[in-house]
């Protein structure tokens, strides 16, 4: 490769300056899954009511897929040669997931789940189509198998407070 193509291209091939911007946008949306994964975990350990066994696993099913995305998050982040962000004061300033506290009913705990991942798809959307342009097809990849998986629990956790 020559000096001059090095010193614009990143090791995977991806425009330096595009891989920053995509990074940027990729520490935005951990910031999401990390708020969103402790709300899910908290919905997990107070749920109460008549559903709660039914709904207790669903969101320790949840909260366990959402900890693999999130390392695979940061882990693209790291692929793109920069940093993921990790403390819960970055988390909290990038997020658009907003914390939850103190929330047990059934209903509630499902709807905070289907804005969480209303919001988290669209990110995901916006990051995909950077990616495209960027020629980023590992991210845009990424982003794609995410947004079909959580299009299909958005239909189900709708159905379910329908």
Not at 8 to 20: L, P, Q, S, T
Request: proline share 1%; aromatic share 10%.
């Amino acid at each position: 490769m020559n000096t001059l193509k090095a010193n614009v291209m990143n090791r995977i091939g991806i425009k330096k300056e595009a891989a920053v911007k995509l990074a940027v946008e990729l520490n935005e949306l951990l910031a999401n899954y990390q708020i969103f994964y402790m709300n899910v975990r908290g919905f997990h350990w107070n749920i109460k009511g008549d559903k709660f066994f039914e709904l207790h696993v669903k969101f320790e099913e949840l909260y366990d897929d959402l900890v693999i995305k999130i390392d695979e998050i940061a882990e693209r982040i790291l692929t793109l040669e920069e940093v993921p962000a990790h403390s819960y004061k970055q988390y909290l300033k990038l997020s658009k997931v907003e914390p939850e506290e103190f929330v047990s009913e059934g209903n509630i705990c499902v709807e905070l789940t289907l804005n969480s991942l209303t919001e988290i798809i669209r990110k995901q959307r916006e990051i995909m189509k950077e990616a495209a342009a960027a020629d980023d097809e590992g991210t845009a990849s990424i982003m794609s198998d995410y947004i079909r998986e959580q299009e299909k629990l958005t239909w189900m956790y709708s159905a379910y407070i329908n």
